[in-house]
């Protein structure tokens, strides 16, 4: 409790700061950088390295009130194959920019709904990706997957084509929390779903979970950890749900009045905490979970873990590569953004240019901020010595950052010559002093609650 007064004195219940699943976060793309840079960028990947593919399927049957994803609801799939049709295009003008002996690290099927594909237009989809990207030695193939809407035929065409992770939302398997955020999945429909998955030999299984939705309490959360647990998973994501309305539309028709107040947020998420590391959970920075042996608790022990647009990742590779819609690429140089608007990206990709429409170029007092930030997220702890070291330019300008992070927080950071370490208990504190080095954060009125 000493610590939740701390950390309400430094202001965790108020803040409204990013994820920083990017540095700069996607707010402060501009059109500066469009699919020239996405093209040079593509070209500019060496000889024989990883890349990993994310690609965006941004329709669904139905449109969770709670949801801010990006994708559009449709009744046919007629604007589905069309857009399949696109993402094929946009393979082949992908394609011929990169070397030819790039191999493949990951390949992550979001949205949206990727499972509202049916099996034979995700067998299009798969052979024309592995047609023109050969598999890497660690190799992983992760889709999101909806229980409500994946058929037995969908599942056994995605593990035929070597899925080995699988992504499922739960949310809460409370009833009146679904009811409350127009999202109803019983907990039949998902456990035959993993059943199914795991007879087909799925390697990894995660689930997505909420807190801080309307009704929910520390009895309904408990026992939907519960049930969750139950099905075994070998990853969780625990996220705080963002009341965003004014960015999310659809959140409007959830009633505010129902939502718990900050210190309940911070007790639900504390609970889930106490139930998944006292089942044998081990806590993967602010918002993750993962069993002892799992991908992320490995790298995070060998100190690499990261982040991207997923969360975070135990990907390595240095270039990932966004198809879709709204998907965004990472690259050395920079970060582009596809088209919003699905009508748009159609007309880019198939006017035969790549469908970058804003992005962003990195500069080395980017870069800088941008390792910090990830340092934060993924260990509680910043390596400053070495950050110095790789940005000499850059060194006093670092100095003075720390120092003034740790006497602005003297609780809770702890500050030596070499590094900048997050003190035990502080850790809902990570995305403030995220955001303390963030040089855009100007406006605290457009990102999530800090918890
Ligand atoms: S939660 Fe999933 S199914 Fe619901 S609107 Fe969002 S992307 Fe679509």
């Known amino acids: 409790m000493t610590e939740f007064k701390q950390l309400r ?125 050969e598999k890497g030695d660690a190799f992983e193939f992760s889709v999101e997957i909806d229980p409500t809407e994946a058929s037995p035929d969908l599942l056994d065409t995605l593990l035929s084509y070597g899925m080995n992770r699988a992504s499922i939302g739960v949310q809460d398997f409370d009833p009146d929390v679904q009811k409350a955020i127009g999202r109803l999945q019983s907990f039949q429909q998902t456990s035959d779903v993993v059943h199914h998955l795991r007879s087909g030999n799925l390697h990894s299984l995660n689930m997505d979970l909420l807190y801080g939705l309307p009704f929910q309490t520390q009895e309904s959360l408990s026992q939907s950890l519960q049930e969750v647990m139950s099905l075994q998973p070998d990853r969780l994501a625990l996220y705080g749900y963002a009341h965003v309305p004014w960015m999310s539309k659809r959140q409007v028709l959830i009633d505010e009045s129902a939502l718990p107040d900050p210190q309940m947020r911070y007790e639900l998420s504390g609970i889930a905490r106490v139930l998944l590391t006292s089942d044998g959970f081990e806590q993967i920075g602010f918002d993750h979970f993962a069993r002892p042996g799992d991908g992320l608790s490995i790298a995070k022990a060998n100190g690499q873990l990261r982040r991207n647009f997923q969360g975070y990742t135990d990907d390595t590779a240095d270039v990932l590569i966004g198809l879709g819609a709204s998907s965004i690429s990472k690259f050395p140089q920079g970060y582009s953004q596809n088209e919003s608007a699905t009508a748009k990206y159609v007309t880019a990709i198939e006017g035969q240019t790549l469908a970058g429409a804003r992005g962003y170029a990195l500069s080395d007092a980017d870069r800088w901020v941008a390792l910090a930030i990830e340092q934060l997220m993924c260990g509680f702890a910043v390596n400053i010595a070495q950050l110095q070291a790789d940005f000499p330019t850059y060194a006093p300008i670092i100095s003075t950052a720390f120092t003034q992070l740790a006497a602005a927080f003297p609780l809770g950071v702890t ?19 995220a955001g303390q080095l963030d040089a855009f954060q100007a406006s605290q009125t457009s990102h999530s609650s800090a918890i």
């Open 9 to 133: 004195r430094y202001g965790i219940l108020d803040a409204k700061v990013p994820r920083y699943t990017s540095y700069p976060p996607a707010n402060h793309f501009s059109d500066q950088v469009g699919q020239a840079n996405q093209s040079e960028w593509l070209r500019a990947v060496p000889q024989g390295s990883a890349v990993s593919l994310y690609i965006h399927i941004p329709f669904c049957k139905r449109l969770c009130w709670f949801c801010a994803c990006r994708t559009q609801g449709t009744s046919t799939l007629r604007p589905v194959e069309a857009y399949v049709e696109t993402l094929l295009h946009e393979i082949d003008l992908i394609r011929a920019r990169l070397p030819k002996d790039v191999s493949l690290s990951r390949l992550h099927l979001g949205g949206g709904t990727p499972t509202i594909l049916p099996s034979g237009l995700m067998a299009l989809l798969l052979d024309k990706l592995f047609a023109n990207f």
């Open 415 to 433: 500050l030596d010559d070499n590094s900048l370490t997050v003190n035990p208990g502080f850790e809902p504190l990570v995305r403030i002093l």
